[in-house]
């Protein structure tokens, strides 16, 4: 936990908020900036202010002006800003080659730049993780139902091309059965990639007895104090949805937010849940 105060910069989902109870909880009150899918959160209970798009380079002198040292980036964001078409006050103005800069590439690439703009500016950037350590995956089976052969096949071939996948930073996540990937994920995210398995899967491409399981990896380059790959109740029933047997993630380089709600949402899917160290044993 950071000696000064800690900033949130919060995207949508829960997971921004168990990082705030968290810091609560050590006596610490952070700040909330939502961010992005944030803005449609209740942040009432927590000191906060939202900043629009066009209002980002305002953000660091209102942090100095409270006191925070350090920042965590968590949450989701579905849609990035395109600053072409905002009318920026005159501290986004001025920053505007370096926005333009940092929006380029993908999305670890972009992560990183942000962070480096905060360190830049004096800021110390914290990881989820070291706030909250125990939403990391755990190696080897977290849940009730064991993967069979087969299905750990599947978890590790899918493990490998989600990696593959990482190194091109294009996505995190992959489909796939004991013989074949049957899917990457895309800038769609992984939502819509399981919807495209579930649809191919009702088309007969996918055999009604082939084991397939999703796996998010973290990427080879990845900075671990950005967007770690993740799950929730959510991608257990939309894996569940699209005919899945399982979900793998790396361990100790991903979170289950919401831990007992995950299991529990598992074990109602019949669906397995596996973490795999980088060295590809469960």
């Given at each position: ?91 986004t103005l001025l ?73 091109l930073d294009a ?112």
């Amino acid at each position: 936990m950071a000696d000064g105060r800690i900033a949130i910069l919060a995207g949508g989902g829960l997971l921004p908020r168990i990082v705030a109870e968290k810091i609560s909880a050590k006596g610490v009150s952070p700040l909330v900036v939502p961010i992005a899918d944030g803005m449609s959160e209740g942040w009432a209970d927590y000191d906060h202010r939202h900043f629009h798009w066009a209002r980002t380079g305002d953000v660091f002198s209102f942090l100095r002006a409270n006191g925070v040292s350090h920042v965590v980036f968590c949450g989701t964001i579905s849609i990035r800003p395109d600053f072409r078409s905002l009318l920026p006050s005159v501290r986004t103005l001025l920053m505007l080659p370096e926005i333009f800069r940092i929006v380029r590439g993908g999305d670890d690439s972009l992560l990183r730049a942000v962070g480096g703009a905060f360190e830049r500016r004096g800021f110390k950037v914290a990881s989820v993780q070291s706030i909250v350590p125990e939403l990391l995956t755990p190696i080897g089976p977290a849940s009730l139902r064991k993967p069979t052969a087969d299905e750990l096949a599947a978890t590790q071939r899918a493990h490998e091309a989600a990696v593959r996948l990482g190194e091109l930073d294009a996505g995190q996540a992959a489909v796939a059965s004991p013989d074949r990937v049957i899917a990457f994920e895309g800038i769609e995210g992984t939502r819509e990639m399981l919807e495209r398995v579930a649809d191919l899967r009702s088309r007969g491409r996918i055999g009604r007895s082939e084991p397939c399981v999703l796996f998010k990896a973290f990427k080879p380059q990845q900075d671990e104090r950005f967007d770690l790959p993740s799950i929730g109740t959510e991608t257990v029933r939309e894996a569940a949805a699209a005919g899945l047997c399982g979900i793998g993630l790396t361990a100790g380089r991903s979170l289950i937010i919401g831990r007992e709600d995950v299991l529990f949402a598992l074990d109602e899917q019949g669906l397995f849940l596996v973490g795999l160290e980088d060295g590809n044993q469960p």
